[in-house]
């Protein structure tokens, strides 16, 4: 395969990303997850609580407010968690790359 | 496998936070001094496609279903200090957008899912660098075996704190949670070993552990020879 330029790999991989959390997260399995299983099974799931911060989730249990159909508020859900997680990360990356350029600080 | 706020009690939850907090940070540290113009926007990809792949929860056996974790993906990817600082970004929007996983059960699912995954993948492929051959195979068979590992110790961090917590009794949880994650690793290893062969087939150059350029090598062996 011809090597393709890291703009595009990424541009790339954030579409596969971005539709992959859109269109098909509204078909993933709903059964419970390894640990959610083994808390149901072993007799301790109704431990678990949310947090008070939680309580006012922006879209609680990836499912976007507001929006009947289950699987369009999933979905959406999705995709602007994932754009928000795509632009969070390179936020983050660009400045802790900025800090650590910064002549501070032990080298070694 | 995120635990929300409820599982593990106070000194439990301290703890991982004081470690994962560490682990992370010099994780930050380290991202600094090796990031540039290229692995940052990569760093966000990565971080964006092990957000997406962990809302696909996929079914294994009786009613359970298991998703992505993604440390063995970003370690590879990334190398593994990157990685703790992918998973802390993709665990913390979990836990305060979608109330998936808790706050104060934050350090402990950065740890679980990030921290102890990424830097067993990294001693893996560091160990396999310095005593298998260099060739695609040994690291496609090294990222499945890195990536199933990954999510075992992950369970089984998760079974000890639950255990230390008082919980559940460890003689329980062990078996329980080690039983269902050995298939759920299962798909770990399948969805870190496809996406990291598409990366290889398209920029080999990105991935600590790739082959050399095996084909230039050849020819200009080749030619010298003529």
Request: proline share 5%.
């Amino acid at each position: 395969m011809r090597r393709v330029s890291t703009n595009v790999l990424c541009a790339v991989g954030a579409a596969i990303a971005v539709g992959m959390a859109t269109a098909l997260s509204p078909f993933a399995a709903s059964s419970p997850d390894g640990l959610e299983r083994v808390a149901e099974d072993t007799g301790f799931a109704g431990d678990g609580r949310l947090h008070e911060l939680q309580a006012s989730s922006p879209v609680p249990d990836y499912a976007f407010p507001g929006i009947a159909d289950e699987r369009l508020a999933t979905g959406l859900a999705g995709f602007v968690g994932t754009l928000g997680v795509l632009l969070c990360g390179i936020a983050l990356a660009a400045l802790i790359r900025r800090i650590g350029r910064r002549p501070v600080g032990a080298s070694t | 496998m995120h635990i929300p706020d409820g599982f593990l009690d106070n000194d439990v939850a301290l703890a991982t936070g004081v470690i994962a907090a560490a682990a992370v940070g010099y994780g930050v540290r380290r991202a600094g001094r090796t990031l540039d113009e290229r692995t940052v926007p990569l760093l966000g990809v990565t971080a964006a496609f092990v957000f997406a792949a962990q809302m696909l929860n996929f079914p294994v056996a009786g009613g359970t279903s298991g998703h992505f974790l993604g440390a063995a993906l970003a370690a590879v990817l990334l190398g593994p200090w990157t990685a703790t600082v992918v998973l802390s970004v993709v665990v913390t929007a979990q836990a305060f957008m979608f109330a998936d996983g808790g706050i104060t059960a934050l350090g402990a699912n950065i740890l679980n899912m990030g921290v102890i995954g990424a830097l067993a993948v990294g001693g893996l492929m560091l160990a396999a660098r310095r005593i298998l051959p260099r060739r695609r195979s040994v690291l496609l068979g090294v990222t499945a075996v890195g990536a199933w590992s990954a999510v075992m110790l992950g369970a089984l961090a998760t079974a000890l704190q639950l255990a230390a917590s008082g919980t559940v009794p460890l003689g329980t949880v062990v078996p329980a949670m080690l039983g269902v994650h050995a298939l759920i690793g299962i798909g770990e290893a399948a969805i870190t070993v496809t996406a990291v062969a598409a990366v290889l087939a398209a920029r080999p150059d990105l991935i600590a552990g790739a082959p050399p350029a095996a084909p230039a090598v050849r020819h200009t062996a080749i030619v010298q020879e003529a």
